[in-house]
């Protein structure tokens, strides 16, 4: 009986072994590939920047309803910039393994002695690293978005970006497992991700929105991370400053010494309702994250089980 145990004890660590070993491996090919490839790192690496700047700058007078034109609007969409980064890298590093299936070494890994998790697990960890480099990439243009650095806020973007990540080279995984094509994968990955980024509250605020967008934006996962990025990059930043939604001209000099013009005007300014503000986060960021790690999770779990059902 205790040989038996023993036995077992011995087959388990071993099967982790073996676990462990080729999702290493996996991992540290798709590292390599991703760091060889420099016209993809310099093509992922230039689209947040052109998103971030060019089209923040562009959409600041947009924004002129909100706090008088004070609104800074490349503040607010950083951490969308930020998701917007991890999303497409994550989603679209899963194409490496269509290549693997067309090229024929995926077929050499699903024969060789390691568990088919470590595939789909190598695969995850490998997609999700790239993404949360490029992700962190980012972080060293806080300074121009008008946000200061902290260890608090870049260790809570960095937490928030590696739940992410994961999840979504997940999706990416268990998207690519039952592709056949290389035409195929972006039309359908298109069709996710777009979506998901429009959705996610990325570029614009999600207040006043109709019934129906509103319901798409609380069944979208992406929703909840850019609320969590948001929360922790914009902690203690005021967005807009507020202000009367009807501009009073400045009255004569001679009436401001009139303690009752002075009372009527009083009276008037506090009649007159306030700009809206822009909310930084709409959820509480333990909920936040957790949302997003419970989808993580069972998105890796689905990409495991489809892996070891693959022929």
């Not at 806080?142 to 997940?170: D, H, N, R």
Request: contains cysteine.
């Amino acid at each position: 009986m205790a040989g038996t145990s023993q036995q077992t004890r011995v087959d388990i660590g071993s099967a982790l072994s073996k676990l462990a070993i080729g999702t290493y491996i996996i991992w540290l090919r798709d590292l390599k590939r991703f760091f060889r490839d420099r016209t993809r790192l310099i093509g992922s690496f230039a689209q947040p920047l052109i998103y971030l700047f060019l089209l923040g700058t562009g959409l600041q007078s947009a924004f002129s309803l909100f706090g008088s034109g004070e609104t800074k609007y490349i503040t607010f969409m950083y951490p969308g910039i930020v998701c917007m980064t991890i999303l497409f890298t994550s989603m679209f590093s899963a194409i490496s393994l269509i290549w693997d299936r067309q090229f024929g070494f995926l077929k050499e890994m699903m024969v060789a002695p390691i568990p088919r998790s470590s595939i789909a697990l190598g695969k995850v960890f490998g997609g999700g690293t790239t993404a949360l480099f490029q992700g962190f990439i980012l972080l060293l243009f806080m300074p121009l978005a008008g946000i200061g650095y902290s260890v608090e806020k870049i260790l809570g973007m960095l937490l928030v970006m590696f739940i992410l990540a994961m999840g979504l080279t997940s999706l990416g995984v268990l998207v690519a497992s039952r592709m056949r094509s290389f035409e195929g994968f972006p039309i359908v990955m298109n069709f996710l991700v777009m979506p998901m980024f429009f959705l996610s509250g990325a570029f614009f605020p999600l207040q006043n929105l109709p019934r129906w967008m509103n319901v798409l934006t609380k069944i979208n996962p992406m929703s909840y991370a850019v609320d969590a990025m948001r929360g922790v990059a914009l902690k203690g930043i005021a967005i807009t400053s507020g202000g009367l939604a009807i501009n009073i001209p400045s009255p004569p000099p001679e009436l401001l010494g009139n303690p009752q013009f002075t009372s009527w005007l009083s009276q008037v300014q506090a009649s007159i309702p306030q700009m809206p503000q822009l909310k930084t986060q709409y959820y509480p960021l333990g909920f936040d994250l957790l949302i997003v790690v419970a989808i993580g999770v069972v998105l890796t779990l689905l990409a495991v089980w489809r892996f070891n059902k693959q022929e």
